[in-house]
């Protein structure tokens, strides 16, 4: 497996993440646009999850809260927000996370270590961020954002 191919894909995602949250407000990210569509913020939430899960299979460690974990899960209930989310600590999680998760594949390559299955495994992370990319683009347009240049790319 490429470390180049997966952190230039992690940067990708990264990029198109920041890109597509820039220009909202904290209420547009809160906004629900449809009954059976979570919000931003809990995608958002929901990818830093997910991340969090992909460092500890990878490293043991978590970076995630875990009081929150249970929240942006795979059950949780984008309309029962917790009150402790701050969506700029959300934010700095993500870039953190990116970091993390880009170090881990550049040091494991360079012990000659990165292997097809944990090569698999960053990939399938990859993938699930990629199909929430495209939902907050989605959401983006039912908010009548202008689109953004990582919009006019996907």
């Known amino acids: 497996m490429s470390s180049h191919i997966l952190i230039s894909s992690l940067e990708f995602n990264q990029k198109k993440i920041e890109s597509l949250l820039a220009d909202l407000t904290?209420?547009?990210t809160l906004a629900f646009?449809?009954?059976n569509i979570n919000n931003i913020h809990w995608i958002v939430g929901h990818i830093a999850s997910q991340r969090?899960?992909?460092?500890?299979?990878?490293?043991?460690?978590?970076?995630?809260?875990?009081?929150?974990?249970?929240?942006?899960?795979?059950?949780?209930?984008?309309?029962?927000?917790?009150?402790t989310i701050d969506w700029a600590t959300c934010l700095d999680i993500l870039k953190e996370q990116f970091n993390d998760i880009s170090a881990w594949?550049?040091?494991w390559d360079s012990q000659g270590r990165l292997d097809r299955e944990k090569g698999d495994v960053i990939v399938k992370y990859l993938s699930h961020e990629a199909y929430h990319i495209g939902q907050v683009s989605l959401i983006r347009k039912m908010l009548s954002k202008n689109s953004t240049n990582a919009e006019k790319s996907l």
């Open 33 to 35: 646009t449809h009954d």
């Open 26 to 28: 904290i209420d547009e």
């Open 52 to 83: 969090d899960t992909l460092l500890e299979d990878l490293t043991g460690e978590m970076t995630f809260p875990q009081e929150l974990k249970q929240y942006y899960g795979k059950t949780g209930d984008p309309r029962k927000m917790p009150k």
């Open 105 to 107: 594949v550049l040091e």
